[in-house]
Protein backbone atom coordinates (compact mmCIF):
# COMPACT_ATOMS: atom_id res chain seq x y z
CA UNK A 1 0.00 0.00 0.00
CA UNK A 2 0.72 3.34 -0.88
CA UNK A 3 0.96 5.86 1.94
CA UNK A 4 0.69 9.70 1.00
CA UNK A 5 0.56 12.92 3.33
CA UNK A 6 0.26 16.60 2.60
CA UNK A 7 1.32 19.34 4.84
CA UNK A 8 1.69 23.07 4.48
CA UNK A 9 -1.43 24.56 4.46
CA UNK A 10 -3.36 26.94 6.16
CA UNK A 11 -4.67 30.94 6.10
CA UNK A 12 -3.42 33.15 4.07
CA UNK A 13 -4.05 36.63 2.30
CA UNK A 14 -4.82 37.17 -0.90
CA UNK A 15 -1.14 37.99 -2.63
CA UNK A 16 0.59 35.84 0.15
CA UNK A 17 2.22 32.52 -0.20
CA UNK A 18 2.33 28.66 1.17
CA UNK A 19 4.20 26.17 0.82
CA UNK A 20 3.00 21.79 0.22
CA UNK A 21 4.44 19.07 0.60
CA UNK A 22 3.67 15.77 0.04
CA UNK A 23 5.40 12.81 1.71
CA UNK A 24 5.32 9.36 0.01
CA UNK A 25 5.49 6.18 2.48
CA UNK A 26 4.45 2.81 2.21
CA UNK A 27 5.59 0.40 -0.72
CA UNK A 28 7.33 3.47 -1.82
CA UNK A 29 10.85 3.24 -1.54
CA UNK A 30 13.10 5.77 -2.50
CA UNK A 31 13.70 3.99 -6.04
CA UNK A 32 10.08 3.02 -6.23
CA UNK A 33 9.25 6.65 -5.40
CA UNK A 34 11.40 8.05 -8.46
CA UNK A 35 9.35 5.97 -10.99
CA UNK A 36 6.49 7.59 -10.09
CA UNK A 37 4.96 11.07 -12.01
CA UNK A 38 3.47 13.01 -8.51
CA UNK A 39 0.29 15.08 -9.21
CA UNK A 40 -1.75 17.74 -6.87
CA UNK A 41 -5.62 17.99 -6.98
CA UNK A 42 -7.58 20.35 -5.44
CA UNK A 43 -11.08 20.32 -4.79
CA UNK A 44 -13.31 23.23 -3.57
CA UNK A 45 -16.45 23.35 -1.47
CA UNK A 46 -19.53 22.67 -4.02
CA UNK A 47 -16.87 21.92 -6.89
CA UNK A 48 -15.08 19.06 -8.67
CA UNK A 49 -11.38 18.28 -8.21
CA UNK A 50 -9.37 19.36 -10.54
CA UNK A 51 -5.78 19.15 -11.70
CA UNK A 52 -3.54 21.80 -10.50
CA UNK A 53 0.28 20.50 -11.48
CA UNK A 54 2.13 17.13 -11.75
CA UNK A 55 5.89 16.56 -11.76
CA UNK A 56 7.40 13.88 -14.07
CA UNK A 57 9.31 10.57 -12.40
CA UNK A 58 11.67 11.55 -15.83
CA UNK A 59 13.83 14.25 -15.72
CA UNK A 60 10.85 15.79 -12.94
CA UNK A 61 9.62 17.65 -16.05
CA UNK A 62 6.44 20.15 -14.81
CA UNK A 63 2.93 20.10 -16.01
CA UNK A 64 0.72 22.96 -14.81
CA UNK A 65 -3.04 23.84 -14.93
CA UNK A 66 -3.94 26.99 -17.13
CA UNK A 67 -5.11 28.87 -14.39
CA UNK A 68 -2.04 28.43 -11.92
CA UNK A 69 -0.36 31.13 -14.53
CA UNK A 70 3.05 31.16 -13.53
CA UNK A 71 2.27 31.26 -9.48
CA UNK A 72 2.78 28.05 -8.66
CA UNK A 73 5.78 25.72 -8.90
CA UNK A 74 6.13 21.76 -8.87
CA UNK A 75 9.26 20.30 -7.27
CA UNK A 76 10.52 16.79 -5.93
CA UNK A 77 13.55 15.50 -3.95
CA UNK A 78 13.55 12.04 -4.46
CA UNK A 79 16.03 11.51 -1.72
CA UNK A 80 13.04 12.62 0.74
CA UNK A 81 10.36 10.37 -1.13
CA UNK A 82 8.83 14.25 -1.00
CA UNK A 83 7.29 16.57 -3.84
CA UNK A 84 6.53 20.39 -3.44
CA UNK A 85 3.88 22.86 -4.59
CA UNK A 86 5.01 26.35 -3.61
CA UNK A 87 2.42 28.84 -4.36
CA UNK A 88 2.74 32.55 -4.54
CA UNK A 89 0.26 35.38 -5.73
CA UNK A 90 -2.60 33.30 -3.78
CA UNK A 91 -5.90 34.58 -4.59
CA UNK A 92 -9.38 33.83 -2.89
CA UNK A 93 -10.45 31.46 -5.50
CA UNK A 94 -7.48 29.25 -4.49
CA UNK A 95 -9.05 28.33 -1.73
CA UNK A 96 -9.26 24.14 -1.69
CA UNK A 97 -8.46 21.44 -0.17
CA UNK A 98 -5.47 20.35 -1.97
CA UNK A 99 -4.53 16.86 -2.64
CA UNK A 100 -1.74 14.68 -3.59
CA UNK A 101 -1.65 11.92 -5.70
CA UNK A 102 -0.01 8.91 -7.90
CA UNK A 103 -1.16 6.69 -10.36
CA UNK A 104 -1.98 2.89 -9.82
CA UNK A 105 1.38 2.07 -11.81
CA UNK A 106 4.92 3.50 -12.23
CA UNK A 107 6.50 5.14 -15.41
CA UNK A 108 3.31 6.71 -16.68
CA UNK A 109 2.81 10.03 -18.31
CA UNK A 110 1.27 13.09 -16.12
CA UNK A 111 -2.77 12.60 -15.84
CA UNK A 112 -5.11 15.57 -15.75
CA UNK A 113 -7.92 13.69 -14.46
CA UNK A 114 -8.90 12.19 -11.58
CA UNK A 115 -10.23 9.31 -12.09
CA UNK A 116 -7.06 8.27 -13.25
CA UNK A 117 -5.22 8.71 -10.00
CA UNK A 118 -4.23 5.32 -8.29
CA UNK A 119 -3.68 6.72 -5.07
CA UNK A 120 -4.54 10.09 -2.70
CA UNK A 121 -3.98 11.88 0.50
CA UNK A 122 -6.08 12.49 2.71
CA UNK A 123 -5.45 16.64 1.63
CA UNK A 124 -4.55 19.70 3.07
CA UNK A 125 -6.58 23.02 3.31
CA UNK A 126 -5.67 26.16 2.13
CA UNK A 127 -7.79 28.98 2.72
CA UNK A 128 -7.18 32.37 1.04
CA UNK A 129 -9.01 35.53 2.43
CA UNK A 130 -9.57 38.86 1.04
Known amino acids: QVQLVESGGGLVQAGGSLNLSCVASGRMSERTFSTYTVAWFRQAPGKEREFVAA????????YYADFVMERFTISRDNAKNTVYLQMNTLKPEDTAVYYCAVPPAPFTTPQTNPSNVGYWGRGTQVTVSS
Open 55 to 62: VSWQNAIP
